[in-house]
């Protein structure tokens, strides 16, 4: 573990701020970068590992540039109630330690973990302001064990301010007991000006061709709801020949969706790309024609700012996180993900429209760089003030 800086004593005269998260996730590292800058606080970000289990991508650590930590300690995985998935508890027995060193005026938890509620714990034992930071929604937490509702109304009401990465996580908040005044929106930031650009490029130099890609990315597993595209995308294929389902990402339900789309006769015009690095992605979305998340559950949905920053039109699932900030028809098509139906509707619209690709790429595009990390940082700083005000008034 590397040891945290000392600060010098210009930098003790504003207040320290310490961000609990999982692991590094690249779509993350904009907006710590940007409250890295805050001209109020102090920023440290501690990480429960570098890099999850069941995560592919690579981070350079040493490009990060905010202050951070990684905590040593070990995980414990746990059979999830649906979706046949797992868990992961990350126990990191020298927290308290390290806070105890950095000694922070506020320290912002992400979601209702053990690293949380440690950190909680600590913050009690020190008169330190607490955020809850969460991307759940209500839809994600129906089906709750009684442990997790536990944790919930343990620390929702020791909390003083409350950051939601989306409108409906906002709003759960509020629904489990948080005070709407304390609850702030950051949405989930990113590098939306790069993937912008990147993709811009990526399309200029593009060759012509005669096929149309629906693209997906994400996690091949059950909660996604790849099988219900491949049965939407099976309907458009009838009307679209010249039409191409390309799925990237990988899990463990990928041998089976190999296997359904032969079964419904469209297995040659269905690429399975495997995990794209990140770095790689803005090339991805540039070749396709509609991006789709079917997801049948999901906190957030990053990948669908992701498309709209790169220009693409965009049809969401209602149940993921991100649908919170799309008008269907009018920035992107909202939808049941199971509806295959409507689901293949949407897609042949967008196919065969160009005015409305057009409108949906430009109003995409405008409600992507709303989640640029300069703007997403302006709401969880606000989150850490009003914390830090109501301790200390």
């Known amino acids: 573990m590397k040891k945290p800086s000392v600060a010098t004593r210009q930098e003790v005269d504003r207040p320290l701020v310490v961000v609990l998260n999982n692991d590094i996730l690249p779509y993350r590292i904009s907006l710590f970068r940007a409250l890295a800058t805050s001209p109020d606080f102090r920023f440290h970000f501690l990480f429960s590992t570098e890099r999850a289990w069941d995560r592919a991508w690579k981070v350079d650590r040493d490009s990060l540039g905010f202050p951070h930590t990684v905590l040593p300690g070990f995980a414990v995985r746990l059979r999830k109630r649906n979706y ?27 979601e209702y973990s053990v690293p949380a509620m440690v950190a909680l714990l600590c913050t009690r034992a020190r008169r330190v302001a607490y955020v809850e930071w969460t991307d759940c929604t209500s839809q994600v937490e129906r089906n709750l064990t009684h442990g997790q509702r536990w944790t919930r109304r343990w620390i929702i009401p020791r909390s003083q301010a409350y950051l939601g990465t989306s409108r409906a996580a906002c709003e759960n908040l509020v629904r489990l007991g948080a005070p709407e005044r304390a609850v702030f929106e950051s949405p989930m930031g990113h590098n939306v000006a790069w993937f912008e650009a990147e993709a811009d490029h990526a399309r200029s130099v593009k060759e012509p061709s005669p096929t149309k890609e629906i693209l997906y990315v994400g996690h091949l597993n059950e909660r996604k709801g790849v099988s219900s ?29 190999e296997h359904i789309a032969r079964q419904l006769g469209i297995g040659t015009q269905v690429t399975f790309g495997g995990f794209v690095q990140p770095e790689n992605l803005p090339a991805t979305y540039a070749a396709a024609e509609v991006f ?36 269907d028809g009018s920035s992107a098509f909202v939808v049941d993900p199971e509806d295959a139906g409507l689901l293949a509707d ?19 595009r405008r409600v992507a760089r709303s989640f640029d990390a300069a703007t997403v940082a302006l709401p969880f700083v606000a989150a850490v003030r009003t914390a830090y005000e109501r301790l200390n008034q």
């Open 292 to 327: 789709v998340l079917p997801s049948l559950e999901d906190t957030f949905g990053v990948v669908i700012v992701e498309a709209l920053a790169c220009g693409v039109p965009v049809i969401c699932s209602k149940h993921a996180g991100a649908a919170s900030h799309l008008v």
């Open 346 to 364: 949407r897609i042949h619209q967008l196919l065969v429209d160009n005015d409305l690709r057009a409108r949906f790429v430009a109003e995409g």
């Open 229 to 257: 595209l491949l049965l939407a995308f099976a309907i458009v294929a009838r009307d679209h020949p010249e039409a191409r389902l390309k799925l990237i990402g990988d899990g463990r339900l990928r041998t089976r969706l």
């Open 84 to 110: 046949n998935e797992w868990r992961t508890i990350y126990i990191n027995p020298t927290l308290p330690l390290v806070l105890a060193e950095l000694r922070p005026d506020v320290v912002v938890g992400y």
